[in-house]
T-cell receptor, first 114, second 113 residues
Framework: SQQGEEDPQALSIQEGENATMNCSYK?????LQWYRQNSGRGLVHLIL?????REKHSGRLRVTLDTSKKSSSLLITASRAADTASYFC??????????????FGKGTLLTVNP | KAGVTQTPRYLIKTRGQQVTLSCSPI?????VSWYQQTPGQGLQFLFE???????NKGNFPGRFSGRQFSNSRSEMNVSTLELGDSALYLC????????????FGEGSWLTVV
C-alpha cells in the first residue's frame, strides 16, 4: 500500500523558476527520504530528513517536514532542464511491521522547460 | 566508492520460466533490499536482508524469493514467471537498514513475454 502521496502528480515550469512538491503520509515515521528518477533509470537519493528535524538544505534543495500534519515538501530553486525527472518521497517507519523498508508515494513528474 | 550494482540490466523471459537477479551493495553496507516498480503499482517493497537474514518481506507471492550471501551480495529469484512480473526491479543498500540513507542501483528491467 502507498504511504506517501505526492502532490501535484505533474508539474511543468520554466527554467529558473522554483518547483515545489508536496508529500503526505499516513503513519508515524522515523525519517522521510526524497529521491529523483530519470526515465528508465534507478533512484537517486536527494535528501533524508529525520522525524525530529523540521528543515534541511542541500544545494538548491530545501526539504521541510511537519510531523503534526504528516507532510513534507521539496523545494528546488532556480530549476534547470536537467532537473526534469520524477520525484518520490519515501517514508521509513518502525511500527506495524514496517521496519527496514521504504514506503513510496506515486511521485511527481517535473518537467523543466528551457 | 562504487554504487549499488545490479545485473543483468535488461532481460527478456518467457512465461513459466524463472529468473535470478543479482545485486552488489555499496562496500560496507550490510542491508540489502529489493523493490519492484511498475506503472500501475508504483514502487513496492519486496524484501530486506541483513547478515544473510530476511528481516522483512512485502506482500508478494511465494514465487518471489531472495537471499543474501556472507559478503552482503544478494540475489532475488522469481519462479514461474507471469506477464505481470514485467517490471523494473531495484536493489538498494544501506549501512544497517534502519534510519540510514538507502541507496539504489540502476535496476534490472525484466520483460516477460
Amino acid at each position: 500500500s502507498q504511504q506517501g502521496e505526492e502532490d501535484p502528480q505533474a508539474l511543468s515550469i520554466q527554467e529558473g523558476e522554483n518547483a515545489t512538491m508536496n508529500c503526505s503520509y499516513k503513519t508515524s515515521i522515523n525519517n522521510l527520504q526524497w529521491y529523483r528518477q530519470n526515465s528508465g533509470r534507478g533512484l537517486v537519493h536527494l535528501i533524508l530528513i529525520r522525524s525530529n528535524e523540521r528543515e534541511k538544505h542541500s544545494g538548491r534543495l530545501r526539504v521541510t517536514l511537519d510531523t503534526s500534519k504528516k507532510s513534507s515538501s521539496l523545494l528546488i530553486t532556480a530549476s534547470r532542464a536537467a532537473d526534469t525527472a520524477s520525484y518520490f518521497c519515501a517514508t521509513e517507519s518502525n511500527s506495524g511491521g514496517s521496519n527496514y523498508k521504504l514506503t513510496f508515494g506515486k511521485g511527481t513528474l517535473l518537467t523543466v522547460n528551457p | 566508492k562504487a554504487g549499488v550494482t545490479q545485473t543483468p540490466r535488461y532481460l527478456i523471459k518467457t512465461r513459466g520460466q524463472q529468473v535470478t537477479l543479482s545485486c552488489s551493495p555499496i562496500s560496507g553496507h550490510r542491508s540489502v533490499s529489493w523493490y519492484q516498480q511498475t506503472p500501475g503499482q508504483g514502487l513496492q517493497f519486496l524484501f530486506e536482508y541483513f547478515s544473510e537474514t530476511q528481516r522483512n518481506k512485502g506482500n508478494f507471492p511465494g514465487r518471489f524469493s531472495g537471499r543474501q550471501f556472507s559478503n552482503s551480495r544478494s540475489e532475488m529469484n522469481v519462479s514461474t514467471l507471469e506477464l505481470g512480473d514485467s517490471a523494473l526491479y531495484l536493489c538498494a543498500s544501506s549501512l544497517v537498514g534502519d534510519g540510514n540513507t538507502i541507496y539504489f542501483g540502476e535496476g534490472s528491467w525484466l520483460t516477460v513475454v
